[in-house]
């Protein structure tokens, strides 16, 4: 057990290295808090969504925005498409692939951001509220991993985890990802960095 633990350490810290080695990534992290903190100055807001553990992820973003992240501070306006009540509703009576969208649809407006995370990049109800965000004029912060698949399509910033046969691996440098945008929003509308 101890060997597999230890090779489940290494092989997660390899994919952070993949991904920290190529220079792109940081300047993409940079682009999307840029993009949410334009929105946020704006009198905008950020919308995320995800499926699985990408909605834990989604939550998990959106908590820290309105909630806290590290020290008090003002809250920020951010929601997480996950509500059961909603889900529910829009699924029993709309195609399920149109769940995300629905919302979208609902609370979005021009110079709002999304936050899409998709680990496979393929997730059609992520997609299809990626696709009505992109003609409502709300700007894309997309997480993939894997080959990106076709949300990279619709994003204006694509952070793509490095390929991993298996979604957590994807997970975690997401994780990483999100913290560090909030880490940044933060540092630029709070503290003024």
Known sequence: MKNSILSTLNESANILNVFISDE???QKIASAVEIMVSSLENGGKIIACGNGGSLCDATHFCEELT??????????PAVAINDPAFITCAVNDFNPQDVFARYIEAMGKNGDVLLAISTSGNSENV??????AREMGIKIVALTGKSGGKLGEFADVEIRA???????????IHIKVIHILVQEIENLLIYKK
């Open 24 to 26: 792109s990534n940081i």
């Open 67 to 76: 909630a806290r992240f590290r020290k008090n501070r003002k809250a920020l």
């Open 127 to 132: 997609l299809r509220a990626s696709k009505l």
């Open 162 to 172: 490095p390929f991993s046969e298996y979604s957590d691996r994807a997970q975690e």
